[in-house]
């Protein structure tokens, strides 16, 4: 059960995010209903319907925030790593892992709205489904100048960069589907392991991959 805000302060739109990520990642967009999520906000469904006005809008939210925030922490991420772009994409894998790990219920709202088998995506508009390729495509091009740039200097080998720079995002969205708290790998563990097999998509050269560690 997810722990009530007091209606005090559950006004703030940030709580009310929060709270919807995480029962659309709990309950998924058909078991998460307005009253559901006022009730667990401690605040009326009306007050709920003066900030978001549909179950969509809220969707749309919930994917717009933390896609900011994803975006956000892999610039961070690829920021810290230097000018190196083996060290730029393995910063930027871990930092990935990481994310998909720490806020799983995001990331299951993602997974079920663009790449699950019942695709949640027409619950936006086409305004917001623009939008949000607009993000995704950020993060696209962000792996893809990196590919390029590490096979102009020399220290990757990459016959191909758009296909490469999807293997390595669809990796590390993959997470999800078999992590599990208890089990024998630790989140650090984890994101080492998938930032080393990135940097063998991109054909790293192995001493460059070796100065990650």
């Known amino acids: 059960m997810i722990m009530a805000f007091t209606a005090e302060s559950a006004t703030s739109r940030q709580d009310i995010v929060r709270t919807a ?45 933390n896609q900011k925030d994803f975006l956000g922490g892999m610039a961070s991420a690829v920021a810290s790593a230097g000018a190196d772009p083996v060290r730029q994409l393995g910063a930027l894998v ?36 623009n939008l949000m390729r607009g993000l995704q495509r950020q993060h696209t091009e962000n792996v893809r100048r990196i590919l390029r740039s590490g096979a102009a200097c020399g220290v990757m080998t990459v016959d191909d960069v758009a ?27 984890i994101a080492q392991r998938y930032a080393d097999l990135a940097l063998k998509l991109a054909g790293a050269q192995a001493s460059s991959a070796a100065n990650l560690r």
């Open 21 to 65: 990520t995480l029962l659309l990642g709990e309950r998924g967009y058909q078991g998460m209903s307005m009253r559901l999520l006022a009730q667990e906000l401690g605040m009326s469904a009306p007050s709920l319907y003066h900030h978001f006005p549909s179950k969509g809008a809220l969707l749309f939210a919930v994917l717009e925030d």
């Open 94 to 129: 871990q930092a990935h892992v990481r994310f998909q790990i720490e806020k799983i219920e995001y990331a299951r709202v993602y997974d079920r709205t663009f790449l699950g088998m019942g695709p949640l995506v027409e619950a936006l508009s086409d305004q917001q489904r």
């Open 163 to 189: 296909v490469t720079a999807f293997a390595i995002i669809s990796l590390c969205d993959g997470v999800i589907g078999w992590y599990r708290a208890a089990g024998r790998l630790g989140i650090e563990e």
